[in-house]
């Protein structure tokens, strides 16, 4: 098992340096800096300890070092590089002594898509590791990756053939990122006193020496920031990546839309999620409120502001890797008080304006909200698989529930509109949870 990491943090950076006037693994990605969010993506996949290279402005790196340890309370051991302007192949070679078993090797300006990260790891858990493997995007058509800087990479069979900048026949691309035996040293030390210090060259001499292998994959993000531009396309790439299509019908074509742009700046600021989710609770307060006293256009703008910002929470947990399993029971209890309390506001401002009967079936309807999110939640915790979300269940999500809630108080139709969807609500549980599965017509996915 792979529970060591070495993470090449000595380079200058040039290119970035010139905007940010900072060392690279200090260059921050919404709220973290490169190098915090390597080592957070890493000891989430089961890293335990990490070895970082340090060199050009040790000092600053260091500092960053210290308080990511105290932080993340994980444990880092930094290797200094004297060489650092040399090319990379030197930095490995300057944890040679430091690491005694296989480890997984990164570059610090390398962003990398955190459930690529888990997959390796889960590939090689209790395999032997006899020798080196190069992690490779088999995908060469229809990418953001600039191919010209890219190190492009020949394999055949799951064997390595060649590597490099400039050769002319190659079918993936090196992402930086490899699972290294101890052989890699004896390899770089051969390539150097070559007058050759760079990583690929040390690549090269292993395959000549006994193969290196490959772990392709097609799909996974992952870049390697070099510039600002780069920098500026994987923040959009990021974002656009928040928007998916199993979201409700109301969350994909509007939400989002506004949310993934209050996100982007609410990450940089490090807000917790936590936060975010009680300040949209408290929208929908303010908006039970304005209902609760006939002000129904200010609580349907207020409820729908709550929807979008409800959606801010996981975006910004997901940009800066804090998404945690409180969190997530942390946002769904509130969304549950919300609703209910935006529910009271509307049925206190109609109590003795409507007969008992309209009431008490507005009460009723409005019960089909809760057991929405509770049956399906509770179809996933029973039978451990996911429910496919069709047409239908996409209209009792909560993004839809708040957005007809809206509508209805921009037309003075709240109560309407709310009765008509809880009664609806209860339809979809019933037919969905109840009749589908008496004649057997099962309607969940693996």
Not at 2 to 12: E, N, P, Y
Not at 27 to 41: A, D, H, Q, T
Not at 426 to 437: A, D, N, P, S
Request: with cysteine; aromatic share 14%; glycine share 8%.
């Amino acid at each position: 098992m792979i529970t060591k990491a070495l993470i090449l943090a000595a380079g200058k950076g040039s290119r970035l340096r010139k905007k940010f006037r900072n060392p690279k693994p200090t260059v921050r990605f919404f709220g973290l800096p490169l190098l915090e969010r390597s080592i957070k993506i890493l000891k989430k996949a089961g890293i335990k300890e990490f070895y970082v290279v340090v060199g050009y402005e040790k000092e600053r790196v260091k500092k960053l070092i210290e308080k990511i340890r105290k932080k993340l309370k994980v444990e880092i051991k930094v290797i200094e590089n004297p060489e650092w302007h040399k090319e990379n192949g030197k930095s490995v070679l300057c944890a040679e002594g430091f690491i005694k078993e296989p480890f997984l090797l990164t570059m610090t300006d390398h962003i990398y898509e955190p459930k690529l990260i888990q997959e390796v790891l889960k590939f090689f858990k209790g395999k032997k590791i006899d020798k080196t493997y190069i992690i490779v995007d088999k995908k060469i058509s229809d990418t953001h990756i600039d191919v010209d800087e890219a190190t492009k990479v020949l394999f055949k069979d799951g064997e390595l053939v060649d590597i490099g900048k400039k050769i002319k026949d190659f079918n993936g691309f090196d992402t930086g990122l490899f699972i290294c035996n101890l052989d890699i040293f004896g390899a770089l030390k051969e390539a150097e006193k070559g007058g050759d210090t760079t990583l690929s060259a040390g690549i090269r001499k292993l395959i000549k020496r006994g193969g290196v292998g490959v772990w392709s994959f097609e799909g996974y993000f992952w870049m390697d920031i070099d510039t600002p531009q780069d920098l500026r396309l994987a923040r959009k790439i990021l974002l656009k990546s928040l928007k998916k299509k199993e979201d409700g019908y109301i969350s994909y074509l509007f939400n989002r839309e506004i949310s993934t742009r209050i996100s982007s700046q609410l990450a940089k600021i490090r807000l917790s999620p936590n936060v975010i989710s009680f300040f949209s609770f408290l929208l929908a307060v303010l908006g039970s409120v304005f209902f609760a006293f006939g002000k129904f256009i200010l609580g349907g703008i207020t409820v729908q502001l709550s929807s979008i910002i409800d959606g801010c929470d996981g975006e910004v947990a997901r940009l800066n890797l804090d998404d945690s399993p409180y969190g997530a029971v942390f946002d769904t209890v509130l969304d549950r008080y919300a609703d209910i309390i935006i529910v009271m506001g509307i049925f206190y401002f109609y109590f003795n304006l409507l007969p008992l009967w309209k009431i008490l079936l507005f009460v009723f309807s409005s019960f089909g909200f809760v057991l929405a999110s509770y049956s399906k939640k509770e179809w996933q915790l029973r039978f451990k698989k996911n429910l496919k979300e069709d047409f239908l269940l996409r209209l009792i999500k909560r993004d839809f529930r708040l957005f007809t809630i809206f509508i209805g108080g921009l037309l003075n139709k709240v109560f309407e509109f709310t009765l008509i969807l809880g009664l609806f609500s209860h339809l979809v549980v019933i037919y969905k949870f109840i009749i589908l599965q008496l004649f057997k017509k099962d309607s969940i996915t693996h």
